[in-house]
Every structure is written in C-alpha cells, then in structure tokens.
C-alpha cells in the first residue's frame, strides 16, 4: 500500500519569505508525484507534478519540487512567496499499478502575512 | 471542456434523510474518484471507478453510503440514513485510465447534515 506524509500541518510566513513543505511517501516502486492546491473555498488545482525524467520540476506560480528517490521526498519549494499563496497544499502519490488511485497527505495550511 | 461538473454544490439537510451527490466526470475520462474532506481527517479516498466498475470501496465508511456509475458520463454517490458526521465537502475526481495521467477535481459538494 501506498501512503503519503506531510510533516508541516500549518506554516505561516511573511511575503517574501521563501518556502519548502515537505512530503514523504512509502511505496517501493515506480510512482507518480504531484502537489495539489487548494485556495480558501475552492476546488483541488494541480500545482506539479512528476512522473519520470528531471527530478527537479517546475510548476505554475513559480512553485518547483525535487523528487530524491533515495529519501521517498517530493518536497515543494517557492523561493518567494505573496499573500495569493495563502492556501492549504497537498502532496500525493498514485502507481500505474494501481488504477491510478491518488493517495494524500494530510495537507499543509500556508498563511502568508502581507 | 467545463471539467468535472458535480452537483449541489450545497447541500443541507435533516438526520435521516437521504441524500444524492452527482458527478459528471471530463468526457473521455474513464477513472472516478470520490473524496471526502473534513478537518479532522482531511482528504479520504472513499471509492474510485476503473471503466465503470467500482475497484476499490474501502474507504466507504458505513453501509449508509452508497456509490454507482451507470454510464461513463455519471456517478452517484448516495447516504442513507445521513448523520450529522457525515458533514463534509465531498469532492469528484476523473482521470484518464492510463500511465503518468493526473486527477481533474470538481468544485465539491458541501453537505451540512443537521
């Protein structure tokens, strides 16, 4: 089974700080990642997401992630964030082997102070 | 395409009663996830749909609730008798089924039961 943590529940931070969430799943083989947001009220967008190749990727909104294979890590990085970052972030995984059932973290509350 | 269109979007209701929440998945999708998302738990994966057929429904709390997709452009998902802790946002999801694809999420329903 697969399953995923996010080690920070609630950040806050002031505009211009910059930002790293962690995420770790457990899953022994071949996984897709992804970095979900969710603004106050709002659906679940897709932020990143990672599937093979560079394990540094670029996201919108000048969000990336590092995939480090050897520490189960896909941790999300903003190297300045703005009050508009205010939002809860999800990390997930799911495997071509299993149908592409997405599994979550807990998620991690961003509020960002102007 | 309008993306994964569900419906109410809110929804309140008395103890007891029954209730039905509707999907429509991105045409051409044929994975379907139902979430369920409260504070204390966070993001649940509560059943998903591979081609119509229900794959995985471990995550459905109780006999109460109920899920169904009787064709690739349709689910529903049904509790009967609602209960208070019921309360939530319930959120569908679609995807393609196929390798290194991503989950489309709709705008959710937010059921009050009282």
Redesign the interface.
Known sequence: AQSVSQHNHHVILSEAASLELGCNYSYGGTV?L?W?VQYPG?????LL?Y??GDPLVKGIKGFEAEFIKSKFSFNLRKPSVQWSDTAEY?CAVNN?NA?????????TRLMVKP | DAGVIQSPRHEVTEMGQEVTLRCKPISGHNSLFWYRQTMMRGLELLIYFNNNVPIDDSGMPEDRFSAKMPNASFSTLKIQPSEPRDSAVYFCASSLLQDNTEAFFGQGTRLTVV
């Open positions: 897709n992804f979900y709002q659906h679940l967008q897709l997401k599937f093979s999800f071509n149908g592409n059932m997405l599994t979550f973290g807990g998620g």
